[in-house]
């Protein structure tokens, strides 16, 4: 029955008649409308719809979201990058490369006379820092520079042979601590993730503040750097409202100042640190980094609150990721056991005594050398993305114009265990770094890039190199170690900014006593 247009209710009345649950309908039909309109338009007609990847992820970010919240985003990209390619559109603007030439696009100098400028750091990914003043991870162009010509020098390999005394001395205390534990119970077993962060906790702490944490001692984490550990899930989930500007607006007014007066809590112990060692003023003897720094003509350049910043990033950023590529590789070292005594052999045919073994002498073992970086192959301590975002112009991206306002990543385990880069990619073959190795000489060694590239790339690279080989050279001299059943599976992860890592466990018998 047709209806008669002059007994239907006005368009007036119906909106003055409507509930409240009329209205919440509209708004959400509304919504729902915009979000499918906006999802075709994300996966038929967005500048990047020509790049391959599944349409669910043109569509929408929530499955990379979802792969983030649960940890499982290595695992997940992996996927997409063996389904899709090199490249692979894992949100609507973001695009995920596994080719090397995109460490040099993406993050390096970039290719020459290509369309486009150098991508920048994602900034809003980056966060703010809480006292205003960024430490160098986060600090923007000029300011950058600016701190790493300061720092650049206190890293070099001269300050190093400085920090030496520093390093030996805890490295040895870690191989002390395993002979006390093993005088009282010769069975006992050791949480090696433990043994790694309390001595890399330790150095930074010296190198850093002046002063050890002494949590080889205490055979305790100071409540401090568990914190760290504890924030790092939350940090990576929170972040999330990062990709949506409105959720960001909202858990500024809501959480920030909750989160701010923890953060800022936590920076105190920095500050504090800071303060302590900046009283005792230049070590006439050198040998901790703001000695180093404030040496320099421009050590002076940064000014107190930066140095606060600073300090508390280096010792984050220069103990959890030593202390992970450690745990990682004394893991694949103990499942492999033929390269375990491989790289034993060496360091035992090599060194009369443990105290034989300098920063200099491990360094030119050209075994474990390769062993560490096979590690940082299968188990790249910054599990996290690194993102970069294309500029106004765009970039050009391992050949490819990609448009402004792009987000672009490296995922480092995804491009180090595909196929496409290395031949076996799951399995331990440090000789697959030997150049003559003609098995292994279509490995794209390129793609390996642990600690970044280009002008942002990792300021701490040589002190690690030297870190890692040391502690694994010491206790893998001293020690006879094999793996847990507990631990057999213990690389099955979860993956915030840093991995999970569960504990360990590791039985220990002494090859060389004290
Ligand atoms: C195996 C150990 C390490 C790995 C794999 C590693 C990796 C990285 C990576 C990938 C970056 C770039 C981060 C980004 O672009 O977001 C970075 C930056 C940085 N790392 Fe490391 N790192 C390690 C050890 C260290 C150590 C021992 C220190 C210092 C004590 C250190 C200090 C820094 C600093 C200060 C930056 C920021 C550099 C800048 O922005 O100019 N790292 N690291």
Not at 70 to 85: D, I, N, P, S
Not at 417 to 435: M, Q
Request: with cysteine.
């Amino acid at each position: 029955m047709a209806t008669n247009p002059e007994n239907a209710p006005a368009f007036s009345q119906i909106i003055r008649n409507a509930s409240l649950l009329q209205w919440a309908i509209v708004l959400l039909t509304f919504l729902i409308a915009r979000w499918i309109a906006r999802g075709i338009y994300r996966v038929q007609f967005h500048p990047l719809s020509k790049f391959p990847g599944p349409k669910y992820t043109a569509f929408t970010r929530i499955p990379h979201l979802s792969a983030l919240f649960t940890g499982t985003f290595y695992r997940w990209v992996a996927k997409l990058h063996e389904e899709y390619g090199e490249v692979v559109r894992i949100s609507p603007d973001e695009l995920s490369f596994i080719n090397p030439q995109a460490w040099n696009d993406a993050y390096g100098h970039g290719t020459k006379g290509t369309k486009g400028s150098r991508p920048t750091k994602h900034w809003v990914r980056y966060g703010k820092a809480v006292n205003n003043a960024p430490s160098i991870l986060q600090a923007h162009d000029v300011d950058h520079r600016r701190m790493r010509s300061i720092f650049t020098s206190a890293f070099s390999d001269r300050a190093l042979k400085e920090m030496e005394p520093v390093f030996l001395k805890y490295v040895d205390q870690l191989v002390s601590v395993i002979r006390t534990g093993l005088s009282k119970d010769p069975e006992r077993k050791f949480d090696m993730v433990r043994l790694y962060n309390f001595t890399a906790f330790d150095v930074m702490g010296d190198l850093t503040y002046g002063e050890s944490l002494d949590m080889l001692n205490n055979s305790e984490y100071a409540p401090w750097v568990s914190q760290v550990f504890g924030g790092m899930k939350g940090a990576t989930r929170l972040g999330m409202v990062h990709f949506y500007p409105i959720l960001r607006h909202i858990f500024k007014i809501v959480a920030s100042p909750y989160i701010n007066k923890k953060r800022l809590e936590h920076l105190q112990h920095s500050v504090d640190r800071v303060d302590r060692r900046l009283k005792k003023g230049i070590s006439t003897e050198g040998g901790d980094l703001w000695d180093l720094v404030m040496k320099q003509p421009g050590g002076k350049g940064m000014s107190r609150a930066e140095m606060d910043s600073n300090s508390s990033l280096i010792m984050i950023a220069g103990t959890e990721t030593s202390a992970t590529a450690t745990s990682g590789l004394t893991y694949l070292l103990l499942k492999n056991p033929d390269k375990l005594k491989k790289v034993t052999e060496e360091l035992r045919s090599t060194f009369a005594r443990s105290a034989d073994m300098t920063m200099e002498a491990v360094a030119a073992l050209p075994y474990l050398n390769l062993c560490v970086k096979e590690g940082l192959r299968l188990y790249p301590p910054v599990a996290g993305a690194m993102p970069r975002l294309t500029q106004a112009d765009g970039a050009a991206i391992c050949g490819e114009f990609v448009p402004p306002g792009t987000t672009l990543t490296v995922p480092q385990h995804a491009t180090y265990t595909s196929e496409r880069n290395f031949k076996d990619p799951l399995e331990y073959i440090p000789e697959r770094w030997i150049p003559s190795n003609e098995r292994y000489a279509s490995d794209r060694k390129e793609a390996l890039q642990p600690f970044s590239k280009g002008s942002r790339d990792c300021l701490g690279k040589n002190m690690a190199w030297h870190e890692m080989r040391l502690i694994m050279a010491k206790v893998l001299y001293n020690f006879d170690l094999t793996l847990c059943p507990e631990s057999e599976a213990w690389s099955k992860q979860k993956a915030y900014l840093i991995w999970e890592k569960p504990p360990l466990m590791v039985q220990v018998k002494t090859y060389y006593p004290a």
